[in-house]
């Protein structure tokens, strides 16, 4: 096991004890993350929903199935990358966040990124770009475009879920897959 891999495991082991927030007396695993210590490129959710909070893993459901395909489809391996949320725990009947709950998971999505030491973070969805690159992300807008933030390139995209309602943002969502592998290509 690498010392990335040791400091997640702890990290993880901490985050299991964590009541922060009411979320983590209701949830039925925590939810932390997935995927490679090594990744150069990382993707970050809302929170977990409702097969995520049943099995412990982000993205398993219809969503995350979605996204491995758009992964797939650009040549990007699955197992490269890294996917985590912002909430660690599912809120009730999937609602949004609240701020609190982000508050309390905080700082274990900044440890995971310190830890990972990504190139690249991917915010899936309004609610993660919102935290993670500015309060008033506007996604229909702002999808796509590039931040440098504490040394590292962010963009955000569709939620996966997003496309499952709305089939007309596949395209956009292609296109954006597309440009995060080029530059993904630009570090090797």
Same mark, same amino acid.
């Given at each position: @096991?690498?010392?990335?891999?040791?400091?997640?495991? /702890?990290?993880?082991?901490?985050?299991?004890?964590? %009541?922060?927030?009411?979320?983590? /007396?209701?949830?039925?695993?925590?939810?932390?993350?997935?995927?490679?210590?090594?990744?150069?490129? @990382? &993707?970050?959710?809302?929170?977990?929903?409702?097969?995520?909070?049943?099995?412990? $893993?982000?993205?398993?459901?219809?969503?995350?199935?979605?996204?491995?395909?758009?992964?797939?489809?650009?040549? $990007?391996?699955?197992?490269?990358?890294?996917?985590?949320?912002?909430?660690?725990?599912?809120?009730? /009947?999937?609602?949004?966040?609240?701020?609190?709950?982000?508050?309390?998971?905080?700082?274990?999505?900044?440890?995971?990124?310190? $830890?990972?030491? +990504?190139? @690249?973070?991917?915010?899936?969805?309004?609610?993660?770009?919102?935290?993670? $690159?500015? +309060?008033? &992300?506007?996604?229909?807008?702002?999808?796509? %475009?590039?931040?440098?933030?504490?040394?590292?390139?962010?963009?955000?995209?569709?939620?996966?879920?997003?496309?499952?309602?709305? +089939?007309?943002? /596949?395209?956009? @969502?292609?296109?954006? %897959?597309?440009?995060?592998?080029?530059?993904?290509?630009? &570090?090797?």
């Amino acid at each position: @096991m690498s010392l990335k891999e040791e400091q997640l495991k /702890k990290l993880q082991a901490e985050c299991e004890t964590c %009541m922060g927030c009411p979320l983590g /007396k209701t949830r039925t695993k925590l939810v932390f993350g997935v995927g490679s210590a090594d990744a150069q490129l @990382m &993707f970050v959710g809302e929170a977990p929903g409702e097969q995520e909070d049943l099995s412990g $893993i982000p993205f398993v459901g219809r969503a995350g199935q979605l996204l491995r395909s758009y992964l797939s489809y650009v040549d $990007i391996p699955a197992d490269s990358v890294y996917i985590a949320n912002v909430l660690k725990c599912r809120p009730p /009947k999937n609602r949004d966040p609240l701020p609190e709950e982000e508050a309390a998971c905080q700082e274990f999505l900044w440890e995971q990124v310190r $830890i990972i030491q +990504p190139k @690249m973070l991917v915010c899936l969805g309004r609610i993660a770009a919102a935290k993670l $690159i500015k +309060p008033d &992300f506007r996604i229909t807008a702002e999808h796509g %475009m590039w931040f440098e933030k504490n040394g590292k390139l962010i963009t955000a995209v569709y939620h996966p879920a997003a496309l499952l309602r709305n +089939p007309n943002y /596949k395209s956009a @969502m292609l296109a954006d %897959m597309q440009e995060i592998k080029r530059k993904l290509d630009s &570090f090797v």
